[in-house]
């Protein structure tokens, strides 16, 4: 019932930048948090950032100073602004909602985007 779509992914040169956008869409109550993970070629998906329904976030220690998060709550969409791009940024984005209530009561703890590409390159 509920739907998580990435865009604004693509292929751009070392120390360029992206903006990732995330829409979640269904009959959704609330959203604790909201997020994105990567997962590079023969990788585990790792944890890029996360923001909060409180507007806190956090990131992974190799994101920091470069890529900013945010989130509006009122559309249930998160963005992942990054900057200063590395090869090594280069992965599938996962856009996640966590803590998900929809208007019937159910919870899902975690749900999960289709993913869209980031390649980092010359």
């Known amino acids: 019932q509920v739907q998580l779509v990435e865009s604004g992914g693509g292929l751009v040169q070392p120390g360029g930048s992206l903006r990732l956008s995330c829409a979640a869409s269904g009959s959704i109550t609330s959203i604790n948090a909201m997020g994105w993970y990567r997962q590079a070629p023969g990788k585990e998906r790792e944890y890029v950032a996360v923001?909060?329904?409180?507007?806190?976030?956090n990131y992974q220690e190799s994101v920091k100073g470069r890529f900013t998060v945010s989130r509006d709550m009122a559309k249930n969409t998160v963005s992942l602004q990054m900057n200063s791009l590395k090869p090594e940024d280069t992965a599938v984005y996962y856009c996640?909602?966590?803590?998900?209530?929809?208007?019937?009561?159910?919870?899902?703890?975690?749900?999960w985007g289709q993913g869209t590409q980031v390649t980092v390159s010359s």
């Open positions: 996640n909602a966590a803590g998900v209530t929809l208007a019937t009561g159910v919870f899902t703890p975690v749900y």
């Open positions: 923001v909060s329904r409180t507007g806190s976030t």
